[in-house]
């Protein structure tokens, strides 16, 4: 093993990628529980629009959302092909609706380009970086800012 191989170990991430509509995004495998197919969530009163309700998933309550919707890309219309992607956010669980699961990336983290100052504090609140792999722009999506502390604590 040469010391090229023992740096990009040491910092290695692991990624999984994403899509919703057209576009590419990932977020860290670590955070990653499980992803499951599409199963039609209870609807909760009052709750953000982005928060397709709940599901019970193996005696645990945990809200779904509506990633599209909370990145401001509207209403996802929910079928048989849509996945949740479970996530561990802090500690609580939380269920993600995207349109489909695509690959692990394994990359390092000086790979990851800064993401660029658009006049709007929204996108670097929601996005931590983009990684450019073979021609395709992926975002890397910050999980803290998916779901605010007091609406997961509604949802839940």
Request: net charge negative; aromatic share 6%.
């Amino acid at each position: 093993m040469t010391n090229d191989d023992i740096e990009f170990a040491q910092n290695r991430l692991e990624l999984i990628s994403f899509r919703i509509g057209e576009q590419e995004y990932c977020v860290d495998i670590m955070a990653v529980r499980e992803i499951r197919g599409w199963a039609a969530a209870t609807p909760l009163p009052q709750s953000p629009p982005y928060v397709r309700g709940v599901i019970n998933l193996r005696g645990a309550v945990l809200p779904i959302i509506d990633l599209a919707n909370r990145l401001g890309f509207g209403v996802t219309e929910p079928n048989a092909r849509h996945v949740i992607i479970v996530v561990r956010i802090g500690n609580r669980v939380v269920g993600l609706l995207v349109d489909a699961v695509s690959e692990i990336l394994t990359t390092t983290a000086d790979a990851i380009q800064p993401t660029p100052d658009v006049a709007c504090d929204a996108v670097k609140r929601f996005v931590k970086g983009i990684l450019a792999v073979e021609g395709r722009m992926i975002s890397w999506i910050v999980l803290d800012q998916i779901l605010p502390d007091q609406s997961l604590e509604e949802a839940a």
